[in-house]
């Protein structure tokens, strides 16, 4: 008798690690039960840019606005409110994260219109809104997978796993992920990891059409935040570590002009979109928002109970020890990312919102997401090749205890966010344990579950999945050879990674 074979696709299920299996389904249900598919807060200047343009072929936002308002959706309608001297809605919110979501919400467009027309307003339909926030979660899940591929490459894949969850859990980022995905941070983590990677793994002998693509995502990562402009000066600190070698040549020279050509083309939809609304061919700041660099708040955006850096995100400061050890190991390419956390650092605490408004942490300084992730790892790392893994397993427990703390103190115990003292600020986190339950019943899903909207459910949860599956299949075929920092390493488990790679 033929003995009977299982289907190919339950023959590899089979063989995943039940570990691995666990994981999933843990990383299922948090995205069910946690992930918000909703449209709020300054995610609504981001996302409007799509429905005005695409459903409604203009450029006035405002009657976007005006029904996010009618809908008592929970934003700052003072913003949402300003009439230009041309008649226009001022939108103050760069158009890069619109951009990046544009084909999500085109094809729930198109799927709307022919499968079921009139059923859902193209400004606020749940539909709509759940495929900016899915595009929000594709682009951050590929930018974590392109992250832990190249800290795995440099630290091992133990440390790698932990890094990378530090860099989710113990951070803002984690906010910004489940409850808060419309928000640009999300698009800014990938194209600023996006360019900073590809840039690095096409250093020895870059072509042309790579001199351009690196450009434009360069370009990109500035029209999702304007600070971003800071990670184009990775391009001179190579080109600094070049002359210091004796490896420069003037051939580079047509390089950094294709550079320059693809960094100012995403910049065009930017440029088109300030003249027509203000009339200027540069972006505009909000009101009552200005730079004073002679005063900064250096001290308030590190330890500041007002979303301090430090102080909200503690697991920083673990990142921070490893930085020697980046830049030993990457070279100009670590330096670089160095500098420009500085410099990011000192230009947000020049702002006179440096607390970055109605935000849970320092959310400007998301973007730093792959440099606490090097530096996590180099210490992790570290700690691991000693036999100190009790030690790890502690810090990276706090930091995401911290973090889940906050969360609940942040949704549901502080009411007025002005930065209280650092006693009430401990006492709030002794009684958050009383609210964090509510935050895993936020997700969109659940909710639908439980409000009996089972099709509903099942088609949210069918793009959830779908997003970060995409999101998977493109970051595991990546190049791992142009992902690790020294090929010869990025395979071996931990206990074989040279002790040059730990701290010192």
Sequence with gaps: MREA????????????PRGRLILAGFAVLLLFCCFRATVRGDGV?????????????????????????????????IFLQITLPNGLTANFKPVGSALMALPFYVVAHLVLIFVVPGSQSPDVGSEYQLAFTAASLFFVALALILIYRFVRGLWGRDAAVL?????IFATPVVNYIFFEAS?????????????????????ENRRHYQWLLAGALGGLATITHAQEVLFLALVPFEAGWQIWHRRWTVRLIPGYALFLVGALAPGLPQLAMDRVLFEHWLPQSAPNIFFDFLHPHLWDMLFSTRHGWLSWSPIVAVAALGMPAVVRRLQWFGAGLVAIAVGELYVNASLSDWWGGAAF???????????????????????????????VYAALAAGIAWTVLLLGTFYYIIANDTGPTWRDFLVDQLHAPLFTPRLFIQGTVLREVAMGDIFRAF?????????????????????RSRTSARPPVAGLPLRSVRATQALP
């Design 163 to 167: 890094a990378t969850i530090g860099a």
């Design 361 to 391: 942490g320092a959310r400007r300084l998301t973007d730093q997401t792959l440099l606490v992730a090097l530096g996590l790892g180099a210490v992790f790392a570290f700690l691991l090749q000693r036999r100190l893994a009790r030690l």
């Design 5 to 16: 074979t299982m289907p190919p696709l339950l023959t590899r299920v089979k063989e995943i």
């Design 183 to 203: 928000y640009s941070h999300n698009f800014t983590i990938f194209a600023t990891t996006a360019f900073a990677l590809y840039l690095y793994q096409t250093r």
């Design 45 to 77: 200047g981001y996302y409007s840019y799509l429905p005005t343009i695409v459903a409604h072929q203009s450029f006035d936002v405002g009657p976007t606005f005006d029904q996010f308002i009618a809908n008592n959706t929970p934003v700052n309608p």
């Design 459 to 479: 088609y949210s949860g069918l793009i959830i999945l779908a997003v970060v599956g995409a999101a998977l299949w493109l970051g595991t075929r990546a190049d």
